[in-house]
């Protein structure tokens, strides 16, 4: 590119453009006047680069050198720059000198040869290394930056799964505690249930059983009764005369009752002042007693006395059976150890697997489960509490060659 200080002018070769020409110490001719880009102007303007100005039309500012036409670097022709040229860049410097635009030296005559041409095969091949550098460097970067972005669209995926994967864990997690928790209210229920039924089986069991052994204590007594009246009868004696007797008065009653329904009474006494009579004495009336012994038979005479005071004797004890006296203080029989049954069942039914080994291992029971330990505890304590069937003694009822299972005494 052509610039103000590069000491060139812009002909050197001797150019004609319309009617001037140049030289080569760089004077151009116009039609009317000599202009000159060196040190001074034509003799028309009379105005040099010193600065001096003219009176008259003459102006009186330095323009400056002008600038000439495009010349191109590489094949020196006009009309377009260097990096427009068509023709491939050449090597070296041009010949013509290392100052473009200068004077040539002396004793040698300015002359422009043009370079030598290069092959356009080899231009070609140069600017397609060019492009194929260019396009593999382009697809480099295009690859480095899709690898980026896959290598960050990866990252996110991954993230996201990690992100799912936890959340799934944690919803398993909670799926199987909720699934946890469940199966033991179910088991806890279940085994709600079988106690219940199992203890309803048992109480109706013990029921039926406690009925039969009622029935059997009401048959006995009631035999007994009847064997104790039989024989009073079969040993008192009543006089025929007493039985005249009360035949008579009970129909001598039945009359009289007969005869008073019909009375009534149909006058009521008024109340008032008693009518005094004159010379009557006065009424004594005796002072009304109620009676509160019987009638005193009529050869009775005196009275009754005791010849001393009533001794206080001492009550005779109960008789207990040895094997309720070392027992609880509960209610004694069948009934009662059935009360006691339920209520120590109702006590171990709330409590835990845990408590209920511990008791077994306490009394000695083996543990084969919930309802068994139950069982067995409640048999050892009845046990304790109210004895064996074998420990029992047998009763005999008074009066009667019986005891309460309904042997016979021999």
């Not at 100052?99 to 290069?118: A, C, V």
């Not at 006058?267 to 008693?274: E, I, T, V």
Request: proline residues 6%.
């Amino acid at each position: 590119m052509a610039g103000y200080g590069d000491n060139r002018d812009n002909g050197g070769r001797n150019r004609d453009h319309g009617g001037g020409g140049r030289d080569c110490r760089g004077f151009r001719e116009y039609g009317s006047g000599h202009r000159g880009y060196g040190s001074g102007r034509g003799e028309g303007s009379d105005r040099g680069f010193g600065g001096d100005r003219r009176t008259g039309s003459e102006r009186g500012y330095d323009r400056g050198p002008r600038r000439g036409a495009l010349i191109c670097f590489n094949c020196d022709e006009p009309g377009h720059y260097a990096n427009q040229c068509p023709l491939p860049k050449r090597n070296g410097v041009p010949a013509s000198s290392a100052h473009r635009g200068g004077l040539s030296p002396p004793g040698r005559p300015s002359f422009s040869r043009r370079p030598q041409q290069t092959d356009p095969l080899e231009s070609k091949v140069a600017e397609i290394g060019k492009t194929v550098a260019a396009v593999c460097q382009f697809v480099e970067v295009e690859q480095q930056k899709k690898a980026a972005k896959e290598r960050r669209k990866a990252e996110k995926k991954e993230a996201e799964e990690r992100v799912k994967a936890e959340r799934a864990a944690a919803l398993l997690r909670k799926q199987k505690k909720e699934e946890k928790i469940r199966k033991e209210a179910e088991s806890k229920e279940e085994l709600h249930k079988s106690l219940d039924v199992r203890m309803a089986v048992r109480v109706s069991e013990l029921r039926e059983d406690v009925r039969e052994d009622v029935r059997q204590e009401i048959r006995d007594a009631i035999g007994e009764l009847c064997l104790a009246v039989s024989c009073v009868k079969q040993k008192a004696v009543e006089p025929s005369e007493t039985a005249a007797e009360s035949s008579a008065s009970s129909s001598e009653t039945e009359e009289l009752s007969m005869r008073t329904r019909t009375l009534c009474i149909s006058k009521k006494r008024k109340q008032g002042p008693d009518v005094a009579c004159e010379g009557s004495p006065p009424m004594e009336l005796p002072a009304k007693r109620t009676p509160r012994r019987a009638a005193r038979p009529g050869g009775f005479a005196g009275r009754l006395t005791r010849a001393k005071s009533r001794t206080q004797k001492t009550p005779t004890p109960k008789k207990t059976l040895p094997s309720i006296r070392k027992k609880t203080p509960a209610a004694i029989g069948i009934v009662g150890r059935l009360r006691f049954e339920k209520r120590v069942m109702k006590d171990l039914k709330n409590l835990d697997v845990l408590v209920l080994q511990n008791i077994c291992k306490d009394k000695g029971i083996p543990y084969n489960g919930k309802f068994e330990a139950i069982f067995g505890i409640v048999a050892k304590r009845t046990q304790v509490a109210y004895g064996s069937d074998d420990e029992e003694e047998a009763v005999i009822l008074p009066g009667t060659g019986t005891d309460v299972e309904g042997n016979v005494k021999e």
